[in-house]
C-alpha cells in the first residue's frame, strides 16, 4: 500500500533485494536456510519470522552456530515460549522430538541463545519456562518502568525526600506491570516480584559504576 506521495514505494524500494543488516553472505544463507526450515516443519510465518529475528541477533552476537538445525529448534523453542503463550506445557523432549532433535541439543542452544540475549526466564506453577525478550514490547516496557524507577529512587534520596522500602517499591511496580498494564498473564504475578528486583538491583549496580568511572 502506498500514498500519495509513493512513500508506500519508497519503503519497499528500501528492503527490496537488501541485506540492510550487514551480514555475510553465509550469515544471510544461515537465516534463510532456517525459514525453509520452519516452512518444512509447519510453523506458522509470525511465528517462524519471530524465531528467525531471534537467530539473526545471536549470529551477529556469538557468529554463526556450529548445529544450525539445533539452533534453528531453539530460536523457534524461544519464539512460541513468551508468557502469553502459558499454559505451554510442552516440554523440551517433547519439543524436541517434533523436530526430530536431541533434547540435550535444544537445551542447551535455548540457553546458550537466551543467555547471550538477555532473555528474562519466568517460570509457571509447574515449573515449566517462559522467556521475555529485551527488545519486545513487554521487556522493553518492563527495563523502561525499572529503571525510572530506580533513577527516581535516586533521585528522591538525593534530595532528602522519603522513599518506600523495597518491598513496597517492588510491589507497587507489580501493581503497575502486571495488575494495570497487564504486560504478562497474572499467573506469573509471583515470578514477577522476583524479575522486578533483579532488574532494580542491576540497575542500581549501573549507577554505582557510572560514579566509580
Do not use: Q
Not at 503463550?85 to 546458550?112: D, M, Q
Not at 526466564?121 to 521487556?139: Q, T
Amino acid at each position: 500500500m502506498r500514498n500519495d506521495k509513493g512513500e508506500g514505494v519508497v519503503f519497499y524500494n528500501y528492503f527490496s533485494g537488501r541485506d540492510v543488516f550487514a551480514l555475510s553472505e553465509e550469515e544471510v544463507e544461515l537465516i534463510k536456510d532456517a525459514y525453509k526450515f520452519f516452512v518444512k516443519n509447519d510453523v506458522e510465518e509470525a511465528l517462524s519470522v519471530y524465531a528467525v529475528t531471534i537467530l539473526k541477533r545471536y549470529v551477529e552476537a556469538a557468529g554463526l552456530p556450529k548445529e544450525r538445525e539445533a539452533a534453528y529448534t531453539a530460536s523457534i523453542y524461544l519464539a512460541s515460549r513468551h508468557p502469553f503463550s502459558f499454559p505451554n506445557h510442552v516440554s523440551k523432549g517433547e519439543f524436541a522430538e517434533r523436530f526430530r532433535l536431541k533434547a540435550s541439543s535444544l537445551e542447551w542452544y535455548a540457553e546458550t541463545i537466551s543467555e547471550r540475549l538477555g532473555f528474562i526466564k519466568i517460570y509457571d506453577y509447574n515449573r515449566f519456562p517462559y522467556y521475555i525478550d529485551p527488545e519486545s514490547v513487554i521487556g522493553t516496557v518492563l527495563c523502561s518502568v525499572v529503571k525510572s524507577t530506580v533513577e527516581e529512587i535516586g533521585v528522591r534520596t538525593m534530595l532528602g525526600i522519603e522513599v518506600m522500602n523495597e518491598d513496597e517499591v517492588v510491589e507497587g511496580l507489580v501493581e503497575r506491570l502486571v495488575d494495570r498494564l497487564k504486560i504478562v498473564p497474572p499467573i506469573f504475578r509471583r515470578e514477577m516480584h522476583r524479575v522486578i528486583r533483579e532488574l532494580m538491583y542491576r540497575e542500581i549496580e549501573k549507577l554505582r559504576e557510572r560514579r566509580s568511572v
